[in-house]
């Protein structure tokens, strides 16, 4: 495949930057590069429109949504975004994707968090999602901060020898750790923490302070939204940063936005809402998309897909609220998707991690660590910093050691970006296909007398999705119609618009007895539409339908 930019490292926003600038220069009639926001650090918020508009106006198109980086260490969900840019651009020529071009509209918020993202990438420190201190006040906030002490650029972890420790080294490494039995009594003992300093020790006891940068972009959105002491991470109010308000403005100002999704790490795993009650309680025709919608990441993705809050939650009454997911499907009707790329474990041979098991004894967790470890000593041997003595200046003697899991656990090695890259660009390009595709598919002309005329078309959606997206939007009344017009005659009568049609989702079948196929009572695809008009024969007249989802279609024929 044809690529402009190699993806064998991950770009900090100057790159990012420099390579979105070169390609909207090498394609100007094909991509735009416009702001979406502006951070508190004064980087740009780059959106990127991919259309030909030699048929119709971006706008005027269905149109597919993909972000990255509302959390800003989960760096490869950014340079999913721009490698599926580069490709889409570069083989802009072949006879699919050029289709695509003219038929639909390609959004991209490549990096949400452009200010945290430089942060992550050029210091040690890990941040959620931006580097500002959160909450404001940290007058009480007290205990372990973590904290590069040796200067190698990396935070990992700290052992302490004490006689009181709750872990010990394992007989067959020097480097893992294993936990201490009930009844062991003699021995070398461990406790392990974050490498960093203690804020107000006591010279005894070690409590864990808050992270500094604790905000969580994905609890910031106004669906469920609670405060931070329910919900840690959530802001002041609901989209309270200029990166979620730019992120929400966008959805609300293109209107045209058919499918979303967002990239996160790690887990390996395709999500989709609702993540604040099972599915169990939600419209069995939005579940049954989603599932067919999924399983197109079984081709070489092979990620499963989970509706989160049945894989994940832990406890029902305390969910995920105010993600950007959430607010797409539940507030505005729109599919959307969580994608949380690499998964460690299961490269190491630790089997299925989703759904996610709350059950796991102690020693199936060691073993699977055990599994990671042995899996990157050979695959990334960088990632895996040995054990050495230090000289704390609160704690005296000490070890610093483990994992940096900035590019080993959370984000894929550096030299396997790009072949996780090539799978997820797979199912991204399918799932942009599923979005509504409406057209005129045949228009009849009939004489009835002088100069009146009766046209009979059949408009139809041929697209995977209906019109209205998801039962979720009818039931927000955000069913937008599809609006019918005629031009160049005079009308006498006619439609001037339909509530919408089926995409081919809608239309229900299975098997019945005998292996035959059955067809049930469904969602029309198709709509037949007839005017009657006044003109002169040899006029040319130009049906037209819009819908602000499926984008608008016309025909033009003449009278004869």
């Known amino acids: 495949m044809k690529m402009e930019f190699v993806y064998d490292h991950y770009y900090d926003y100057s790159e990012l930057t420099d390579a979105l600038q070169k390609l909207a220069g090498m394609y100007p009639d094909l991509m735009k590069l416009e702001t979406a926001g502006t951070t508190k650090e004064n980087k740009t918020i ?46 802009h020529e072949e006879a699919e994707i050029a289709e695509m071009l003219k038929n639909q509209t390609f ?3 490549p990096r949400i968090s452009p200010d945290g993202v430089d942060e992550y990438l050029h210091t040690a420190n890990t941040v959620r999602s931006i580097n500002r201190v959160y909450p404001a006040d940290q007058s009480e906030n007290h205990g372990l901060k973590a904290k590069d002490l040796d200067d190698n650029g990396k935070i990992v972890m700290m052992r302490i020898k004490t006689p009181a420790g709750a872990w010990k080294k394992r007989d067959d490494s020097d480097f893992l750790m294993t936990k201490r039995q009930p009844d062991e009594k003699t021995g070398e003992f461990y406790n392990v923490y974050t490498e960093g300093l203690i804020d107000e020790y006591n010279g005894v006891n070690i409590t864990m302070a808050r992270p500094l940068y604790a905000m969580d972009f994905n609890r910031n959105f106004p669906v469920s939204w609670m405060p931070d002491a329910k919900q840690p991470g959530a802001g002041e109010y609901p989209l309270s940063m200029p990166e979620t308000q730019a992120m929400a403005k966008f959805i609300i100002s293109h209107r045209n936005i058919c499918a979303v999704l967002t990239m996160h790490t790690s887990g390996g795993a395709l999500l989709h809402p609702p993540g604040m009650y099972s599915e169990k309680q939600c419209d069995p025709e939005d579940m ?42 539940i507030a505005k009707g729109i599919p959307s998707f969580t994608m949380e790329i690499w998964n ?24 699977e660590n055990r599994k990671v470890y042995e899996w990157l000593k050979v695959n990334s041997p960088e990632s895996i910093l040995p054990w ?134 469904h969602e029309q695809a198709a709509a037949k539409l007839t005017w009657i008009v006044k003109a002169e024969a040899g006029s040319t007249i130009t049906l037209t339908a819009c819908n602000e989802r499926a984008g608008q279609t016309e025909v033009t024929v003449e009278l004869k």
């Open 46 to 91: 780059w959106s990127v429109t991919l259309s030909d508009d030699s048929l119709r106006p971006s706008g005027k198109k269905p149109a597919f949504y993909m972000d990255g980086n509302t959390h800003a260490g989960e760096v490869s969900g950014s340079m999913a975004c721009l490698h599926m840019i580069d490709y889409i651009l570069s083989n």
């Open 107 to 109: 959004y991209f918020i």
């Open 288 to 329: 049954r998309m989603y599932k067919e919608i999924g399983a197109l990441a079984d081709h070489k993705l092979n990620y499963p897909t989970c509706n989160l809050f049945d894989a994940y939650c832990i406890d029902p009454k305390h969910f995920d609220a105010g993600a950007f997911d959430d607010w797409c499907f």
């Open 344 to 367: 460690v474990k299961e490269k190491a041979g630790c089997g299925p991690q989703w759904p996610v098991r709350r059950d796991k004894k102690p020693a199936e967790i060691e073993e």
């Open 388 to 521: 050495k003595e230090f000289e704390h200046p609160q704690l005296g003697t000490i070890e610093i050691g483990g994992i940096d899991g900035k590019f080993a656990t959370q984000n894929p090695p550096c030299h396997l970006l790009n072949e996780e890259l090539e799978k997820i660009l797979d199912f991204s390009m399918r799932y942009a296909k599923v979005l509504p595709d409406v057209g005129f598919d045949s228009v009849k002309v009939t004489k009835q007398s002088q100069d009146v005329w009766q046209i009979d078309a059949v408009l139809m959606n041929t697209g995977f999705l209906p019109t209205w997206l998801s039962n979720e939007t009818r039931k927000l009344k955000e069913n937008r119609v599809i609006h019918l017009s005629l031009s160049g005659a005079e009308v006498l009568s006619g439609p001037k618009e339909i509530a919408g049609l089926g995409g081919f989702h809608n239309i229900r079948s299975g098997y019945s007895y005998g292996n035959n196929i059955s067809t049930f009572n």
